[in-house]
């Protein structure tokens, strides 16, 4: 089975604090990506990862930033947060030219 | 640009069948999805329908596709109260490996 793995399921942060979040796959997949998930927004991609040392801004990518030194690990860095970053974080993984992806169990991340 | 839409709620009797609608709009899309979320959990693939099928039937889940109106609706039979969850349609975007998700049905499911 695919597994993905978040750092944290909640995180509490102060408004100008550096956040990363962290996101693990084990099942060797090319491509990561970070969503957030707001009520009646549905999910909006943040940052996508297409292979090692390769990202691709989303929909929404002000205010965040993403590293991929390993294949497996794709992080997700609110450099200075925002009480508008309140939200959950959701990281899946799929295979290359695969579009079926795999979810992380998220992070609710609470900005004060 | 690539939308997809859904209705907010739905609320069912148990034993009672589910119908979850949602409209998409890129007609190149190759595969359309059904992901579920239950609370506090991350999303979990329940079914996916290529795009040159119409229906796909899995144990309880039945996936009805209208190519020609872009509409994909979810048929989850003697919906019971572990059903209850928060349902993503998605679509795939030609020639690249990202969703579109819509804004999710939270469906109900009441004694």
């Known amino acids: 089975d695919v597994k993905v793995t978040q750092s944290s399921r909640y995180l509490v942060k102060r408004t100008g604090e550096k956040v990363f979040l962290e996101c693990v796959q084990d099942?060797?997949?090319?491509?990561m990506f970070w969503y957030r998930q707001d009520p009646g927004l549905g999910l909006r991609l943040i940052y996508f990862?297409?292979?090692?040392?390769?990202?691709e801004k989303g929909d929404i990518p002000e205010g965040y930033s993403v590293s991929r030194e390993k294949k497996e690990r794709f992080s997700l860095i609110l450099e200075s947060a925002s009480t508008n970053q309140t939200s959950m974080y959701l990281c899946a993984s799929s295979g290359s030219g695969q579009e079926t992806q795999y979810f992380g169990p998220g992070t609710r991340l609470l900005v004060l | 640009g690539e939308d997809v839409e859904q209705s907010l709620f739905l609320s069912v009797r148990e034993g009672d069948s589910s119908v979850i609608n949602c409209t998409y709009t890129?007609?190149?899309?190759?595969?359309l999805y059904w992901y579920k979320q239950e609370p506090g959990a991350g999303l979990q693939l329940l079914t996916y329908?290529?795009?040159?099928?119409d229906m796909k039937q899995d144990q309880r889940l039945t996936v009805l596709l209208n190519k020609k109106d872009k509409h994909l609706s979810l048929r989850i039979a003697d919906t019971q109260t572990g059903d209850s969850a928060i349902y993503f349609c998605a679509e795939s975007i030609k020639s690249t490996d990202k969703l579109i998700f819509g804004t999710g049905t939270r469906l109900q499911v009441f004694p």
């Open positions: 329908i290529f795009s040159n099928m």
């Open positions: 099942m060797d997949h090319e491509n």
């Open positions: 990862s297409y292979d090692v040392k390769m990202k």
């Open positions: 890129d007609s190149s899309s190759t595969y």
